[in-house]
């Protein structure tokens, strides 16, 4: 007995048809979004644009920094000097004479005898030199042996004193210690081999031979 099989190959033919077109417009749906996602891509690609990528970075505070206080200054200090100051050098003489310090001398040199005094301008002072000696132990005057002598007028000076200066030769003083006396004249006692009384200065000096 012979059956008619062709209804049924119909029908597996449209299904292997119907199959076959379902996978056709899945593909080409898949295909149509793959092409447009690279097609975006391409386009961002071709403008420059580049998707940012934000990076957060924790952020520090520095701590204040301590400042040292700083101490003000001032100003430095200006002394005014009058142009009439007095020597701050010089030492001031409230009642007497003062000789500046002499130093040793070589024989032959001139001994300058200067200073200050509380005594007034245009007062004769009388200078003796003598050699020196010793009495009781302490350095005196043989005014017996006067060697020099000469009289000086006090001259005007500063604030601390007036002044007064005289010059002598020591060519035919003998290499030795020798003695210097200032005092006013008025005081000199009339006997010039005696000691001057009153206001008086003296000093000490050498004379070295050459």
Known sequence: MKTDQKPNHM??????????????????????????????KIQDTQSGYVTPTVVTRPTSVQAPQKTALQTPTSPPSTTVVPADASDPSERGVPNGILIDGIRDITKGDPLVVSGRTSLPVGTDLIVKVVPVTMEKGKIAGDFKNLEKSAVTKITGGSA?????????????LPAADHIVFVSDKNDDPANSSSKPVGITSSSVFNVIAR
Do not use: K, P
Not at 11 to 40: H, P
């Open 11 to 40: 029908l597996i033919g449209l299904a292997v048809l119907f199959t076959i077109a379902t996978l056709m417009i899945a593909g080409c749906t898949n295909s149509t979004e793959g092409r447009q996602d690279q097609t975006a």
């Open 160 to 172: 601390n004193g007036n002044r007064f200066s005289v010059t002598f030769e020591t060519g035919d």
